[in-house]
T-cell receptor, first 113, second 114 residues
Framework: QQQVKQSPQSLIVQKGGISIINCAYENTAFDYFPWYQQFPGKGPALLIAIRPDVSEKKEGRFTISFNKSAKQFSLHIMDSQPGDSATYFCAAGSNFGNEKLTFGTGTRLTIIP | DSGVTQTPKHLITATGQRVTLRCSPRSGDLSVYWYQQSLDQGLQFLIQYYNGEERAKGNILERFSAQQFPDLHSELNLSSLELGDSALYFC?????????????FGNGTRLTVT
């Protein structure tokens, strides 16, 4: 059963534009929401994460927006660069941070010049 | 480089066979996680070990088993392999599963079952 729904499946954005990836979850017990970035041939790497006690978290050009009532969260990449081209996974966990993380199906982001 | 080492990088085997995937966690990390990545399913959590003990179980088939050894390396055993088991298998490690420390993923083992 898919507990974290991620969209879009693929996304093409012009250099300098804003990339937005959305995720929705069903399990209200989730309380930890990380985003992972994966380059071809590599394993995923943590990009940014949020807990539901805040509605937004920003790290450089990357921002997570969190809407607890809607059970949705999203990743915004400002001033997107070709080096941001990768697959992005949202995830959700409960109880203890990284235990049994449920991942979305991924978004393949391509930044074009 | 995440510091997590997975071997082998590629594995091609036939249906019905058994294979063992190996993972060495990052130095100092006590938790090891196994994930399966297929094209249409994304990353699926299989199992987690903490300091040698099974800590959490996900959608791991009965044909699959894992263990974590005293030196903290881990092995994932896949038996009676089926075509549908073809996937990327990732190992990840973290310092402590109870906090928000990141999962550090290896580069994966690509398993092809023919």
């Amino acid at each position: 059963q898919q507990q974290v729904k991620q969209s879009p499946q693929s996304l093409i954005v012009q250099k300098g534009g804003i990339s937005i990836i959305n995720c929705a979850y069903e399990n209200t017990a989730f309380d930890y929401f990380p985003w992972y970035q994966q380059f071809p041939g590599k394993g995923p790497a943590l990009l940014i994460a949020i807990r539901p006690d805040v509605s937004e978290k920003k790290e450089g050009r990357f921002t997570i927006s969190f809407n607890k009532s809607a059970k949705q969260f999203s990743l915004h990449i400002m001033d997107s660069q070709p080096g941001d081209s990768a697959t992005y996974f949202c995830a959700a966990g409960s109880n203890f941070g990284n235990e049994k993380l449920t991942f979305g199906t991924g978004t393949r982001l391509t930044i074009i010049p | 480089d995440s510091g997590v080492t997975q071997t082998p990088k590629h594995l091609i085997t036939a249906t019905g066979q058994r294979v063992t995937l190996r993972c060495s966690p990052r130095s100092g990390d006590l938790s090891v996680y196994w994930y399966q990545q297929s094209l249409d399913q994304g990353l699926q959590f299989l199992i987690q070990y903490y300091n040698g003990e099974e800590r959490a179980k996900g959608n791991i088939l009965e044909r699959f088993s894992a263990q974590q050894f005293p030196d903290l390396h881990s092995e994932l055993n896949l038996s009676s392999l089926e075509l549908g088991d073809s996937a990327l298998y990732f190992c990840a490690s973290s310092v402590d599963p109870g906090d928000d420390s990141p999962l550090h993923f290896g580069n994966g083992t690509r398993l092809t079952v023919t």
